[in-house]
């Protein structure tokens, strides 16, 4: 099974700021990657696919990049909204896996 | 809009049985395939089925195969999920989720629409 190593596990940042992510692959995956962000009580919502696509609907402040086995989630301006956890995806082989979680606290 | 409502969660004694459904609605529903995803309170997803768009294909981890089941009604927009010998490990949450591409025929790719979820508790 491919594994997803998340990095952090958490942060702590203020509106405004410019966040990171990281996701490692285990192995190459090219570019099947996608990224959820969760709130407490809620399912998951999908916010980028392959890498770098962005859900219909998701602000542009979201982005994505990465190929290979490393790959990078960035919001370039945190709103009160993205307090959340982002979790990574891959899509490339089965069984698919999920990373451990990045929480986004204030 | 899409929407995904999950019924059937409840507890379990270990080693027993249940049937998790999900209605599904606002989208053609026979065109995509779709997963299950569950959450362990307090831990991260864990992907466990998925069902080609036709019924033709069923796919799972190592974790739950031979134990889970997933099946779908096109007629009624059903999806399903049949657990057997469920262990206490199995205690989660379960999101039925519809697979953003249509017609795929290999494992699925990612989930764009989730329900809330419904909660299994395997416990004596």
């Known amino acids: 099974d491919i594994q997803m190593t998340q990095s952090p596990s958490s942060l702590s940042a203020s509106i405004g700021d410019r966040v990171t992510i990281t996701c490692r692959a285990s192995?190459?995956?090219?570019?099947?990657v996608n990224w959820f962000r969760q709130k407490p009580g809620e399912a998951p919502k999908l916010l980028i696919y392959s890498t770098s696509n962005l859900q219909s609907g998701v602000p542009s402040r979201f982005s994505g990049s990465g190929s290979g086995t490393d790959f990078t989630l960035t919001i370039s301006s945190l709103q009160p909204e993205d307090f959340a956890t982002y979790i990574c995806?891959?899509?490339?082989?089965?069984?698919?896996?999920f990373g451990g979680g990045t929480k986004v606290e204030i | 809009q899409v929407q995904l409502v999950e019924s059937g969660g409840r507890v379990v004694q270990p080693g027993g049985s249940l049937t998790l459904s999900c209605a599904a609605s606002g989208f053609r529903f026979g065109d995509y395939g779709m997963h299950w995803v569950r959450q362990a309170p307090g831990q991260g997803l864990q992907w466990v089925a998925f069902?080609?768009?036709?019924?033709?294909?069923?796919y799972y981890p190592d974790s739950v195969r031979g134990r889970f089941t997933i099946s779908r009604d096109n007629s009624r927009n059903t999806v399903y999920l049949q657990m057997n010998s469920l262990r206490p490990e199995d205690t989660a949450v379960y999101y039925c989720?519809?697979?953003?591409?249509?017609?795929?025929?290999?494992?699925?790719?990612?989930?764009?629409?989730w329900g809330q979820g419904t909660l299994v508790t395997v416990s004596s």
């Open positions: 192995q190459s995956i090219s570019n099947y």
């Open positions: 989720a519809k697979n953003r591409l249509g017609r795929v025929i290999t494992f699925g790719s990612e989930p764009d629409y």
């Open positions: 995806q891959q899509s490339h082989s089965n069984p698919l896996t």
């Open positions: 069902i080609r768009y036709d019924g033709t294909g069923e």
